[in-house]
């Protein structure tokens, strides 16, 4: 694994052609897998300025080893309309965070307005929400898959329809 530091164009634009062929599959399908991978994680969107993830296993700001390992040790899998819940419960709150970020960036304008390419937004956008989440660390295969998966859920709504959600 890379740490997000050390991504180059060539990385985004992988990524970005993944984000553009995620974007024809079903959207339900697309919040199941949001579900499983935020449940896998042990992460919830938070509700608190600033923060984008919460991890379970953390109370106010302390971290609780033994929530943390009772999480790993109990945990069942999701069952898919279990997963798909929660992928939905998540999108609805994380979407709201990066949506500042992603709609006054100034080349995901010039997408909506018919500038730019899909595939230019992306590399461009990509970087972006990764850092929102992840400045300077290793990302797991589970944080692209969540980045990937919002950016195909906002192609599917039509990037104007998102950036003009209240």
């Not at 608190?48 to 993830?53: S, Y």
């Not at 033994?66 to 898919?80: G, Q, S």
Request: charged share 25%; with cysteine.
């Amino acid at each position: 694994m890379k740490n997000f530091k050390d991504y180059t164009k060539a990385d985004y634009e992988r990524i970005a052609a993944d984000v553009i062929a995620l974007s024809k599959k079903n959207v339900n399908q697309l919040y199941r897998v949001l579900g499983h991978a935020t449940h896998d994680l042990g992460i919830v969107a938070s509700d608190e300025k600033g923060i984008l993830f919460k991890r379970i296993d953390v109370v106010g700001s302390t971290i609780s080893a033994a929530r943390a390992y009772n999480f790993v040790a109990r945990t069942a899998p999701l069952n898919e309309e279990k997963a798909e819940t929660r992928g939905k419960v998540f999108w609805k709150k994380f979407s709201k965070k990066i949506q500042k970020a992603i709609c006054e960036n100034k080349d995901v304008q010039k997408i909506i307005s018919g500038e730019a390419n899909l595939k230019d937004m992306l590399v461009k956008a990509i970087p972006v929400i990764l850092g929102l989440i992840a400045v300077g660390v290793v990302l797991s295969p589970v944080y692209i898959a969540l980045i990937s998966i919002a950016l195909a859920i906002i192609i599917k709504a039509g990037l104007g329809a998102y950036c003009e959600m209240e």
